[in-house]
């Protein structure tokens, strides 16, 4: 199973909305409404932001939203904040029984 | 509060095994698969597998078949993770992950930093 592909890195100032994308396949995101969303902070353990492709867990700021279309999926970010600098990762259930991750994104918030 | 609190950092020599505990609290341990990931220095999150502590079941990725042993003692509310045959690449942090739903992980464990190194 090949790691779900992210670009490495996005930035934006602070009050603007970023959008990071996450291309799978048929076998994984296409094939699942099972997309998840995490963030990290440096030497912190990872937190998700969104699950099954759109919802918000309880206590995650409406800054943040998750979609899908096909293949890809897409965390949008709005009104940026110094405190959303971080790496972001996607993440789908696949057709295996596993789970695949993207490579990862480096929010640089400018 | 759910908690997962894994065990502390080690330092093995290439071709050694390792074992990382996970002691989870504050939920029923039956109810949730646990899931290990990790990430090596400079690289991303990397699923390893998962386990169900009412089942016994698990599942790897395929890279870590052969390699990995998952299990759990549910007289403690621990799960482990045995990594065999190490190698320089497999030094990184690992995570134990409570699993809510498939891949919906939360919360995390601290993490446990594994050096591999002769």
């Known amino acids: 199973q090949s790691a779900l592909t992210q670009p490495a890195s996005v930035s934006g100032s602070p009050g603007q909305s970023i959008t990071i994308s996450c291309t799978g396949t048929n076998s994984d995101i296409g094939h699942f409404n099972s997309v998840c969303w995490y963030q990290q902070h440096p030497d912190s353990a990872p937190k998700v932001m969104i699950y099954d492709v759109t919802i918000r867990p309880s206590g995650v700021s409406n800054r943040f939203s998750g979609s899908k279309s096909g293949n890809t999926a897409s965390l949008t970010i709005s009104g940026l904040q110094a405190e959303d600098e971080a790496d972001y990762y996607c993440?789908?259930?696949?057709?295996?029984?596993?789970?695949?991750f993207g490579g990862g994104t480096k929010l640089t918030v400018l | 509060q759910v908690l997962l609190v894994q065990s502390g950092p080690v330092v093995r020599k290439p071709g050694a095994s390792v074992k990382v505990s996970c002691k989870a609290s504050?939920?029923?341990?039956?109810?949730?698969?646990i899931s290990w990931v990790r990430r090596a220095p400079g690289q991303g999150l990397e699923w390893m597998g998962w386990?169900?502590?009412?089942?016994?079941?698990?599942d790897f990725a395929q890279k870590f078949q052969g390699r990995v042993t998952l299990t759990t003692d549910t007289s403690t509310r621990t799960a482990y993770l045995e990594l065999r045959g190490l190698r320089s690449d497999d030094t990184a942090m690992y995570y134990c992950a409570r699993g809510l739903k498939l891949n919906w992980f939360a919360p995390w464990g601290q993490g446990t930093l594994v050096t591999v190194s002769s």
């Open positions: 386990i169900s502590p009412n089942t016994g079941r698990v």
């Open positions: 504050g939920y029923t341990f039956l109810t949730s698969h």
């Open positions: 993440s789908s259930y696949t057709s295996d029984n596993t789970v695949v």
